[in-house]
Nanobody, 114 residues
């Protein structure tokens, strides 16, 4: 089974930036197939970004132009650079492979607040 360990979250003021990391192990697909998701309390988990490192990287409309996904295949790590953060970006962020969903990791909490 694949394992995902998310890190890099924290408390940041509106307009600030964070870079999340997802350390990946045990997947049988390309690491570029790993996507980022987020879940707010009381809401369903939503897809945020995917296909990191590829020309066709895709983003949810709510984060387009502010978030950027990238991949370090040697380090087996997927990153999510988050800029111009807004309070509505507050959530627990997770990574997983959307085409073959694996057990979810613990995620990393991002809180955007002044």
């Amino acid at each position: 089974q694949a394992q995902f360990v998310e890190s890099g979250g924290g408390l940041v003021q509106p307009g600030g930036s964070l870079r999340l990391s997802c350390a990946v192990s045990g997947i049988t697909t390309r690491i570029s197939g790993v996507a980022w998701y987020r879940q707010n309390r009381g809401s369903e988990r939503e897809w945020v970004a995917g296909s990191g490192g590829l020309p066709g990287a895709a983003y949810a409309d709510s984060v387009k132009g502010r978030f950027f996904i990238s991949v370090d295949s040697e380090q087996a790590t997927v990153y999510l650079q988050m800029n111009s953060l807004k309070p509505e970006d507050t959530a627990i962020y997770y990574c997983n492979t959307p085409l073959d969903v694996q057990p979810w990791g613990q995620g990393t909490q991002v809180t955007v607040s002044s």
